[in-house]
């Protein structure tokens, strides 16, 4: 096996460096890793479907998310009329019961709870194209706060399976057998 060409290597260490970006479609975060998700939503018009599957969720302010507040996130829920499937553990703590019931209240929510859910994933479809994170950091204000790594992986060029991949993998994690729904999106009139 030949070694690969130093000024191959070299450029790639750039641009890591530079961007955290090693191709248009693929991104790699280390700080505000959740951060980075909802910037990519923030920049996106047209929501559809938005998939939140994380153990644990909580409010928090863009102080510390950067461009979207929980608050704005609810609001661009009802605002584009997306769907949003979320995927919790079971509330134990006040703070992730007061997340889960206001994404609940949007009325734009399918909620299901399932125990010893481990799996941090986030996938939005929208007009302007799909993305996905995978990674360690939870949907919480101390995540965003902490050390947490995730990629971020357009629907273009060759991440466009990968986004795919993930996204299915997030419908089966919300139809999961061991799930409890918590609440289901309200249809308007006509759906």
């Keep these: 096996m030949r070694a690969p060409k130093k000024a191959t290597v070299e450029a790639a260490k750039s641009s890591m460096d530079h961007e955290n970006e090693t191709e248009s479609w693929l991104r790699i975060a280390t700080r ?3 951060g980075v998700f909802l910037d990519a939503l923030a920049h996106s018009h047209g929501w559809k479907k938005v998939y939140v599957i994380s153990p644990w969720i909580s409010v928090f302010d863009e102080s510390v998310a950067g461009r979207m507040s929980f608050h704005q996130l609810l609001k661009r829920l009802s605002d584009d009329d997306a769907t949003a499937y979320v995927v919790s553990r079971p509330p134990m703590d006040t703070w992730h019961d007061s997340a889960i ?9 399918n909620i299901a709870l399932v125990p010893y859910l481990h799996t941090k994933l986030y996938c939005a479809d929208t007009a302007q194209g799909s993305f996905a994170l995978v990674g360690s950091a939870n949907f919480t204000e ?3 706060k902490g050390r947490e790594i995730g ?13 795919r991949t993930l996204t299915h993998e997030a419908a089966d994690i919300y139809r999961s057998p061991s799930r409890k729904v918590f609440c289901k999106r309200k249809l308007r009139m006509g759906e």
């Design 32 to 34: 505000r890793v959740v």
């Design 101 to 109: 019931k206001q994404l609940a209240s949007t009325g734009k929510a």
């Design 151 to 163: 990629v971020l992986i357009r629907e273009s060029g060759q991440g466009r399976e990968i986004v």
């Design 142 to 144: 101390k995540s965003l």
